[in-house]
Protein backbone atom coordinates (compact mmCIF):
# COMPACT_ATOMS: atom_id res chain seq x y z
CA UNK A 1 0.00 0.00 0.00
CA UNK A 2 1.39 3.25 -0.89
CA UNK A 3 -0.19 6.84 -0.17
CA UNK A 4 0.70 9.52 -2.52
CA UNK A 5 1.24 12.97 -0.86
CA UNK A 6 1.45 16.08 -2.45
CA UNK A 7 2.51 19.19 -0.39
CA UNK A 8 1.24 22.76 -1.71
CA UNK A 9 2.74 25.39 -0.50
CA UNK A 10 0.65 28.60 0.43
CA UNK A 11 1.11 31.65 -2.46
CA UNK A 12 3.05 34.22 -0.83
CA UNK A 13 1.26 37.41 -0.09
CA UNK A 14 0.01 39.67 -2.57
CA UNK A 15 2.83 42.03 -3.73
CA UNK A 16 5.50 39.81 -2.46
CA UNK A 17 7.46 36.46 -4.81
CA UNK A 18 9.98 33.93 -3.96
CA UNK A 19 12.93 34.88 -3.91
CA UNK A 20 15.06 34.04 -7.17
CA UNK A 21 18.04 32.36 -6.25
CA UNK A 22 20.40 35.10 -8.06
CA UNK A 23 19.13 36.79 -5.08
CA UNK A 24 19.79 34.22 -2.39
CA UNK A 25 23.51 33.99 -4.07
CA UNK A 26 26.88 35.68 -2.65
CA UNK A 27 29.52 36.98 -4.46
CA UNK A 28 30.79 35.00 -7.58
CA UNK A 29 34.37 34.28 -8.38
CA UNK A 30 34.59 36.88 -10.80
CA UNK A 31 33.14 39.57 -8.19
CA UNK A 32 36.18 38.58 -5.72
CA UNK A 33 38.97 41.29 -5.29
CA UNK A 34 42.11 40.68 -2.61
CA UNK A 35 41.76 42.43 0.40
CA UNK A 36 37.66 42.25 0.71
CA UNK A 37 36.94 41.41 4.34
CA UNK A 38 33.62 41.22 5.95
CA UNK A 39 32.78 40.23 9.71
CA UNK A 40 30.08 38.76 11.85
CA UNK A 41 30.11 39.42 15.57
CA UNK A 42 28.23 37.60 18.56
CA UNK A 43 27.75 37.41 21.98
CA UNK A 44 28.06 33.74 23.41
CA UNK A 45 25.51 32.91 25.83
CA UNK A 46 25.18 30.11 28.65
CA UNK A 47 22.71 28.49 25.90
CA UNK A 48 24.50 28.44 23.01
CA UNK A 49 27.51 26.57 25.24
CA UNK A 50 24.66 24.08 26.34
CA UNK A 51 23.31 23.66 22.77
CA UNK A 52 26.78 23.48 21.30
CA UNK A 53 27.41 20.74 23.73
CA UNK A 54 23.96 18.97 23.14
CA UNK A 55 24.44 18.84 19.38
CA UNK A 56 28.34 18.39 18.99
CA UNK A 57 28.23 15.70 21.79
CA UNK A 58 31.36 17.80 23.09
CA UNK A 59 30.48 17.35 27.12
CA UNK A 60 33.70 17.80 28.52
CA UNK A 61 32.94 19.37 31.53
CA UNK A 62 35.60 22.12 31.30
CA UNK A 63 32.95 23.40 29.11
CA UNK A 64 29.54 22.43 31.26
CA UNK A 65 30.74 22.04 34.97
CA UNK A 66 32.01 25.15 37.17
CA UNK A 67 33.53 23.03 39.89
CA UNK A 68 35.74 21.01 37.28
CA UNK A 69 37.11 23.88 35.34
CA UNK A 70 37.62 25.61 38.22
CA UNK A 71 40.54 23.36 38.90
CA UNK A 72 41.62 23.52 35.41
CA UNK A 73 44.31 25.92 33.83
CA UNK A 74 41.35 28.20 32.70
CA UNK A 75 39.81 28.78 35.75
CA UNK A 76 36.43 28.10 35.01
CA UNK A 77 34.20 27.40 32.52
CA UNK A 78 35.18 28.06 28.25
CA UNK A 79 32.85 27.83 25.50
CA UNK A 80 34.25 25.33 23.06
CA UNK A 81 36.65 26.12 20.53
CA UNK A 82 34.68 24.79 17.55
CA UNK A 83 31.67 27.14 19.03
CA UNK A 84 34.17 29.73 18.32
CA UNK A 85 35.39 29.03 15.23
CA UNK A 86 31.81 28.30 13.93
CA UNK A 87 31.13 31.82 13.42
CA UNK A 88 34.10 32.03 10.72
CA UNK A 89 32.21 29.32 8.69
CA UNK A 90 29.00 32.04 9.50
CA UNK A 91 31.30 34.96 7.81
CA UNK A 92 32.36 32.37 4.67
CA UNK A 93 28.85 31.32 4.05
CA UNK A 94 26.57 34.20 4.68
CA UNK A 95 28.66 37.68 3.82
CA UNK A 96 32.17 36.60 2.05
CA UNK A 97 31.98 34.85 -0.42
CA UNK A 98 28.52 34.27 1.33
CA UNK A 99 25.70 31.63 -0.28
CA UNK A 100 26.77 29.38 -2.89
CA UNK A 101 30.13 29.05 -1.58
CA UNK A 102 31.77 25.66 -0.27
CA UNK A 103 34.48 25.07 2.22
CA UNK A 104 37.53 23.04 1.21
CA UNK A 105 39.64 23.20 4.19
CA UNK A 106 40.71 25.40 7.73
CA UNK A 107 43.30 25.70 9.79
CA UNK A 108 42.74 26.58 12.99
CA UNK A 109 45.14 28.15 15.91
CA UNK A 110 43.23 28.38 19.51
CA UNK A 111 45.08 31.03 21.39
CA UNK A 112 42.52 32.24 24.34
CA UNK A 113 39.76 30.82 25.65
CA UNK A 114 36.22 32.26 25.41
CA UNK A 115 33.98 32.74 27.67
CA UNK A 116 29.94 33.16 28.19
CA UNK A 117 29.42 36.77 28.11
CA UNK A 118 32.20 37.72 25.52
CA UNK A 119 31.24 38.88 22.28
CA UNK A 120 33.56 37.32 19.41
CA UNK A 121 34.06 39.38 15.99
CA UNK A 122 34.94 36.58 13.66
CA UNK A 123 36.65 38.35 10.75
CA UNK A 124 37.61 37.24 6.71
CA UNK A 125 40.04 38.73 4.44
CA UNK A 126 40.48 37.61 1.10
CA UNK A 127 44.55 36.77 0.72
CA UNK A 128 44.75 34.59 -2.53
CA UNK A 129 41.77 33.50 -5.43
CA UNK A 130 43.39 30.99 -8.02
CA UNK A 131 40.45 30.42 -10.50
CA UNK A 132 37.86 29.24 -7.92
CA UNK A 133 39.93 28.62 -5.11
CA UNK A 134 39.89 31.16 -2.55
CA UNK A 135 42.12 31.34 0.25
CA UNK A 136 41.22 33.82 3.33
CA UNK A 137 42.73 34.68 6.59
CA UNK A 138 40.55 34.01 9.55
CA UNK A 139 40.77 35.60 12.86
CA UNK A 140 38.56 35.36 15.81
CA UNK A 141 38.65 37.85 18.42
CA UNK A 142 37.34 39.09 21.91
CA UNK A 143 38.24 42.59 22.19
CA UNK A 144 41.70 42.88 21.31
CA UNK A 145 42.55 39.67 22.14
CA UNK A 146 43.28 37.54 19.53
CA UNK A 147 41.50 34.03 20.65
CA UNK A 148 41.59 32.18 17.38
CA UNK A 149 43.15 32.34 13.74
CA UNK A 150 43.70 30.40 10.68
CA UNK A 151 43.18 30.11 7.12
CA UNK A 152 40.07 29.21 5.01
CA UNK A 153 40.10 27.77 1.32
CA UNK A 154 36.70 28.45 -0.12
CA UNK A 155 35.54 26.96 -3.71
CA UNK A 156 33.57 29.63 -5.04
CA UNK A 157 31.19 29.14 -8.00
CA UNK A 158 31.42 30.62 -11.02
CA UNK A 159 28.44 33.26 -12.23
CA UNK A 160 26.30 31.14 -14.71
CA UNK A 161 25.94 32.18 -18.06
CA UNK A 162 22.34 33.38 -18.80
Request: glycine share 8%.
Amino acid sequence: MTADFVATLPEPPEGLTQASPDELHGYYAEDLELGMTAVYAKTVSETDIVLFAGISGDNNPVHLNQEFAADTMFEGRIAHGMLTASFISTVLGMKLPGPGCVYLSQSLNFKAPVRAGDTVTARVTLKDLEGRRATFETVCTVGDTVVVDGEAMIFVPNRPNE
